[in-house]
């Protein structure tokens, strides 16, 4: 009986082994198309939350990844990339540029538009704010309170002549 029990543990500890064999650690470099490293991209295994960032050299390090697996990686202005590990340890990302992604964009306190969208400009001043200014008019209270705007008073005077 105990050599029925000795075999039976040997076999789980195979199992076991076996299993562990079929994940490893993956480590790589992320670049654009220049080579220049690309800080802050994310590296991430299809299908699961195991992932990562690459750090300031575009490295990164990523365990309990299956042999078998394939690497999604993406980053802003990029095109995604999803990358077959085939067994492999260490892998090389060439991103390349999306000119689509590259459109300008305005971000507003309250969302974000496009730069071709955004026709005009909302400012807003308090009226606490004016009544603060010792002034005569309340031109000269709205000058240098909204930021891009000059406020001028002008004056006509009309003159007669005969």
């Avoid at 470099?29 to 575009?58: C, H, K, R």
């Avoid at 990844?65 to 892998?91: A, E, H």
Wanted: proline share 2%; glycine share 10%.
């Amino acid at each position: 009986m105990t050599k029925l029990k000795m075999t039976f543990i040997a076999f789980i500890a195979m199992l076991g082994q076996l299993a562990h064999s079929q994940t490893s650690t993956i480590s790589g470099v992320v670049s654009d198309e220049t080579g220049t490293p690309l800080p802050g991209a994310s590296v991430v295994v299809t299908g699961t939350t195991n992932g990562t960032q690459t750090d300031f050299d575009g490295n990164f390090t990523l365990s309990n990844v299956p042999s078998n697996g394939t690497l999604s990686i993406s980053y802003i202005g990029y095109v995604s990339q999803q990358i077959s590990i085939n067994g492999q340890s260490s892998i090389t990302v060439s991103m390349e540029i999306d000119a689509q992604a590259l459109d300008e964009v305005v971000v507003v306190g309250y969302g974000a538009q496009s730069r071709a969208a955004v026709t005009g400009a909302i400012s807003s001043v308090k009226s606490e704010d004016l009544n603060a200014v010792p002034v005569a008019n309340a031109t000269e209270a709205l000058q240098g309170r909204a930021a891009g705007i000059s406020v001028v008073n002008t004056r006509f005077r009309a003159i007669n002549h005969y």
